[in-house]
């Protein structure tokens, strides 16, 4: 892992929180659908998050190379996945975070960061 993506990672609290909710939505899936093939369709919404940021949040998240795309087609629509590195980077930025917060400051507060 390069210092300037966990840097910017730390920085923008929301994109731990999307990929958090990518890494989980995947594990649900597989649990119900052993079978299942770990994409999951773009999602619009992710708590804590503000909507408007997500495009840039995705675009970000790809260029670190911890989440990948790929599209299905016209009807489906756009399908990610958490990468290798994504998955290994994941739970040290939750704990970082953590560490990083006061106790006045919930993990909602941290939704707001400079993300986008």
Request: proline letters at 5%; charged letters at 30%.
């Amino acid at each position: 892992m390069i210092d300037f993506e966990l840097e910017q990672m730390m920085e923008n609290p929301e994109w731990c929180l999307v990929l958090n909710h990518y890494r989980q939505s995947q594990l649900q899936a597989k649990k119900q659908d052993p079978e299942f093939d770990g994409w999951i369709i773009r999602q619009n919404e992710v708590e804590g998050v503000v909507p408007e940021h997500l495009p840039r949040i995705h675009g970000k998240l790809i260029a670190f190379d911890l989440l990948k795309f790929q599209i299905s087609g016209r009807d489906s629509g756009v399908f990610y996945q958490v990468t290798r590195m994504g998955d290994k980077m994941l739970p040290k930025l939750q704990k970082m975070l953590k560490r990083h917060s006061t106790p006045e400051q919930s993990e909602s507060d941290h939704s707001y960061a400079k993300s986008a």
